[in-house]
């Protein structure tokens, strides 16, 4: 008897020494911070990928099937997951040994694997491949390189150096024309490496639990899995229900695509100085000439760098319709406007300087008076 305590009492002390994320409180409230906040980010940014049209892209379905209407009974699994992983973060000696713990623990690191496959779809299906890619293996890559420097040097100098990195990416995001630049894309890029990121996190204390505390199936345990495989196949089935549903409310056809510059022209007809014309569709827009100088501004560019033009337009089709469905009001519209001004004459002044016609030509765009 006293043997098994004492190698039971190993057992633990071994199981302790090699938990699946840090010892320090502080940084068991970081990994508690991550896997609670980036799957609500997640969920809130694919309204920034929601599509405009029916265009029939399997990036279309699968952006609808992670959109929270669509995933009401996959957030109560993730709940639950959540929840078990945050207990074992508080205290892992203790509620490692309930099974329902240990079993949320699995069943979200399947979810994060759900979610990173569809993610990758998306992301991949839109040409986001080279960033994306990097993006996921950055964990992967850190974890062997940490390992590497504090081996070289001591831990104190790796340390100071990361600290010193920080500050100098906060220092650059307040120096910097535009504050919000860095720290915007610091959570975009968070918000992007969630699925995979929360994926790792969770596989690891899948892994950890499992050698060490795992005691096999049950017939209770058994019903408990049966209960989440039918709750599981309900949600994939609301979920898909609900994705046509929402694809179905799209309209036919793409909308305009200088987002900004035509929200911009629905402002107070005098101070913008916009008429309505009738697209080749049927549907009736608001243009003006800033609207017209600037999609002629964008074909010029389309046709003397494609490449870089390709860039700009993708980056620009998922960021000037967020922003142009917040112009609703005819005085946003006009700050618009005005905002859009400088944009207008520089573009007008170098068309001008290369193609003497180009008013004549801008005017041709759309549809004249």
Not at 201 to 216: C, D, F, H, Q, S
Not at 339 to 365: N, Q, T
Request: aromatic share 16%; glycine share 6%.
């Amino acid at each position: 008897m006293n043997l098994e305590a004492a190698s039971g009492q190993s057992d633990v002390k071994e199981a302790e020494t090699s938990l699946p994320f840090p010892k320090v409180w502080w940084g068991r409230v970081l990994y508690g911070i991550y896997i609670t906040v980036t799957p609500i980010l997640s969920f809130w940014a694919t309204d920034v990928f929601k599509p405009e049209w029916k265009s029939g892209e399997l990036s279309d379905y699968i952006i609808l099937f992670l959109f929270p209407e669509a995933s009401l009974v996959f957030f109560l699994l993730m709940g639950y997951s959540i929840i078990c992983y945050l207990l074992l973060l508080i205290s892992p000696t203790r509620y490692s040994r309930l099974f329902s713990i240990r079993f949320g623990v699995y069943t979200g690191t399947l979810l994060a694997f759900q979610y990173s496959v569809l993610s990758s779809l998306f992301f991949l299906n839109n040409g986001f491949s080279p960033g994306f890619i990097l993006l996921w293996i950055f964990p992967v890559v850190f974890g062997p390189l940490y390992r590497w420097a504090t081996g070289k040097w001591s831990a104190r100098i790796v340390h100071t150096f990361l600290a010193l990195l920080a500050a100098t990416i906060l220092a650059s995001a307040l120096i910097v024309p535009e504050p919000l630049t860095i720290p915007f894309f610091l959570l975009i890029a968070l918000t992007i490496a969630a699925p995979f990121w929360s994926f790792l996190i969770g596989l690891r204390a899948a892994i950890w639990v499992l050698r060490n505390y795992e005691t096999g199936l049950t017939p209770p345990r058994g019903l408990g899995l049966a209960a989440w495989l039918g709750a599981y196949v309900m949600a994939w089935r609301f979920d898909i229900l609900k994705m046509y549903e929402l694809y179905a409310a799209l309209p036919p056809a793409p909308p305009p695509d200088c987002y900004i510059a035509t929200a911009a022209a629905r402002g107070h007809p005098g101070f913008v100085r916009a008429w309505t014309v009738q697209r080749a569709d049927g549907i009736s827009i608001q243009v003006n000439k800033q609207l017209q100088r600037l999609k002629c501004a964008e074909l010029a560019l389309r046709a003397v760098f494609p490449r870089f033009h390709g860039l700009l337009r993708r980056i620009y089709d998922k960021t000037g319709n967020v922003l142009a469905r917040h112009i609703r009001h005819p005085y946003l519209a006009d700050l618009a406007y005005l905002l859009l001004k400088p944009w207008e004459w520089l573009a007008r002044a170098f068309l001008k300087a290369i193609v003497p016609g180009i008013d004549s030509i801008s005017k041709k765009m759309y549809i004249n008076r």
